[in-house]
């Protein structure tokens, strides 16, 4: 049945994307945000192909090029900067659309948020604090703390896009967000620092047992992303205390303050977790809010984005009368097989890779490291690396109803 309106709790990238996607299908889409503004923190920046693949879909992966940049290569090296092996990504066409893309998450989200803007059936609302859920079996509502009291909205879905500690989540199930953090603390910074003096490719990853890091370009007027390990347990002030003396000691030239420019810092825990399951009724769970997994690879918000992708083909099924509500189950048992099987093992497989073994021998023990060194000469194969991330995406529209299935299972009724 024809859907007249979903409620997409969170303006976050997923919830925009989404918002996006199904507004310009002619649904009205209310967007309802706990914050005043976006969320400036350093957090993504690369967005792989099946990302791509939906900003395309959604109309402005052409607005997120021209900002940003297509990622050339990215390499692994020891902590004297001496390569071990590398990805290359200048191996497609020019015209292939769905390579991996780089722009911060703060300027994504004002991208999005303008998009957004240019849809009337699409009303954002800041400010807007959802805070209680409830469902029959027609609609599905939210109650809202605002700065003039508490509202009740409701539509035909609930969508929970509102993040980590998502408050749709934790009405369904509770507190509990099934999982794990790593022993392990990471520490974001954006920096101005000239790595390409040393060499440095586009994204660079620092194998080490303690000191290892992440050197990647993300605008194109040379702001890196530097992140490092730091030892888990202090407080936010003692990781900026610390900052300095770490930069010294890790980056290539040993710089000192002064001699670089931070315009951002913020420490994360790394968090491996996924939430029973991905829809109860008439609300469903994406990105974030439905599963976390640890930043190296990238692979938490493209995956979010591929739950996105996922999530309007079901709800577009419905919308259309060529699917019954249950693909929503579909949707959840995929995406729940997608990060079980491949999201959480790689993405610690990835964090693990760059200390848990000898730097010196990694070129001829790791088993991808090998792919990668063999991939030098086999364009074919640097392609296929390239584009590892697009198991991460998947056809809902083969569940839809089809003239043939609905034959043959009318044939089988009069049997
Ligand atoms: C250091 C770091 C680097 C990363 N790098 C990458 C990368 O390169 N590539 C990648 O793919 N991923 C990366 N990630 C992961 C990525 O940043 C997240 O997966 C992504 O931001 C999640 O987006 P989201 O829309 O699900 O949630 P969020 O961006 O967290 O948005 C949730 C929104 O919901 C709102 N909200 C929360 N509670 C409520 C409520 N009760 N009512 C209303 N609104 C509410 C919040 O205000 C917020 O705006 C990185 C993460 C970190 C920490």
Redesign the pocket.
């Known amino acids: 049945m024809a859907i007249k309106k979903a409620i997409i709790?969170?303006?976050?990238?997923?919830?925009l994307i989404l918002a996006l996607l199904l507004g310009k299908q002619g649904i009205e889409v209310e967007i309802?945000?706990?914050?005043t503004e976006?969320?400036k923190q350093?957090?993504?920046?690369?967005?792989?192909s099946p990302?791509a693949y939906e900003l395309d879909r959604a109309g402005v992966l052409d607005d997120v090029v021209s900002q940003g940049f297509h990622i050339q290569n990215m390499c692994w090296r020891k902590i004297d900067t001496t390569f071990i092996a590398g990805m290359r990504h200048d191996i497609f066409p020019e015209d292939y659309r769905h390579r991996m893309v780089v722009l911060p998450?703060d300027l994504l989200g004002e991208l999005l948020c303008k998009h957004v803007e240019q849809q009337p059936n699409i009303q954002m609302k800041w400010a807007?604090?959802?805070?209680k859920l409830g469902q029959d079996e027609h609609k599905a509502w939210v109650d809202?703390e605002t700065p003039t009291g508490t509202q009740r909205h409701e539509a035909e879905y609930v969508l929970g896009?509102?993040?980590?500690?998502?408050?749709?989540r934790r009405e369904l199930f509770g507190p509990e967000y099934p999982g794990e953090t790593l022993d392990a603390q990471?520490i974001?910074t954006n920096v101005y620092y000239d790595f390409e003096k040393y060499g440095y490719w586009d994204s660079n990853f620092i194998v080490h047992p303690t000191d290892l890091y992440m050197a990647a370009k993300i605008t194109n007027d040379g702001l890196y992303?530097v992140?490092y390990m730091d030892t888990p347990g202090l407080s936010r002030e003692e990781y900026i205390e610390r900052q300095p003396g770490k930069y010294e000691r890790i980056l290539p030239g040993n710089p000192k303050p002064g001699e670089y420019k931070i315009t951002n810092i913020?420490p994360?825990k790394l968090q491996q977790r996924c939430a029973p399951s991905f829809r109860v009724g008439r609300v469903v769970l994406?990105?974030?809010?439905a599963h976390?997994c640890n930043?190296f690879g990238?692979?938490?918000?493209?995956?979010?984005?591929a739950d996105i992708g996922c999530l309007f083909d079901a709800l577009m099924g419905i919308h259309k009368g060529l699917a019954d509500d249950n693909i929503l189950d579909k949707y959840s048992e995929i995406r729940k097989k997608i990060w079980a099987e491949t999201i959480d093992p790689m993405s610690r497989e990835n964090f693990r890779r760059l200390y848990d073994q000898d730097p010196d021998k990694a070129r001829e023990n790791d088993e991808f490291f090998q792919l990668c060194v063999k991939s030098e000469t086999d364009i074919e194969l640097a392609r296929e690396i390239a584009l590892g991330l697009e198991i991460l995406r998947h056809d809902m529209t083969q569940y839809y109803h089809t003239q043939e299935k609905d034959a043959l299972q009318r044939g089988n009724s009069n049997l």
């Open positions: 709790v969170g303006a976050g990238p997923s919830g309802l945000d706990a914050g976006l969320n350093p957090r993504a920046a690369h967005y792989a990302a998450l807007h604090k959802v805070v809202v896009c509102d993040g980590a500690s998502s408050t749709v990471i974001a992303r992140t913020s994360y994406a990105a974030d809010a976390l930043p990238g692979l938490g918000l493209t995956g979010g984005i």
